[in-house]
């Protein structure tokens, strides 16, 4: 029961911030996409990017389910921001951003409450029983306030 | 034991927040305070009073503690960033910020798990019955959330 409160505070608030998130990404121009959030910071396609292949990588490091974009780990992962990235197109980046986010909810839906406190990929059984904090809906919260973090930035190149 | 480490998982998050947002506060020389996160936005001196004084608020609205800086209310919450602000020295404000967070650490510590799966003043008894998920908890989670936000904006200002 408290279990299932949790995991359900904790799904709430992942997904108002891929709501949010996707309003904004998909507000945005093609043009748009290009503007830095800042001079000199990231643009706002590879926030775009960077952010659906993380999601991407998500499945498998929390042991639901695979990827699917692994060739945009180079341009949006493992590299910074830089000339080149364009050639993903924009109307690519934002259905791949739909699909991955529909993707994990039809993930979330097939887990148990108690499965959220299991561990995950990124985590060893021996760290795991020394900090159970390590599970599978920690990994989700952390994440949720990595989205915060670059929504935040992005917002700053938002028209309004 | 399950509701203890929720309440562990979530009080982690936020620490991890405010433990970066104050390096990255206490960091800015005063100078350096007055610039704006991006052109036209906000300036990172009304972030840090505007993040402090709204977890100022946190101790009423979580029914756990009093407030002490009312008075920053206008500047820093009521207000968008304006000339004026600055009547606030940086000194004053980056110690209200070790203190509001050292309050809150404080009053956290006191509660007792169970204590966080209770309502907190921003919802009545009535809405509360009706979603549960509107505790003391998810307020945590919430204001998490948007320490990230705002800590992706300051980043950018940052001189590394």
Redesign the interface.
Known sequence: M??Q??V???I??WN??ITRAGKIFHAFTDDELLKP???G?NRVIYLLGHLLTYHDMMAETLGIGTRHYHHLDNDFIINPDKKGIEKHSPEELKQHWDDVHQRLTGYFAQLQPADW?KRHNAVNDEDFAKD??RNR??LL??R???V??????V???AVS
């Open positions: 408290e279990q409160l949790f359900t505070m904790a709430n608030a108002t911030q959030v800042a001079p910071k406190f159970p904090t809906l920690n919260m952390n949720t306030g990595h915060a973090y670059h929504l935040g930035q917002k700053l190149a």
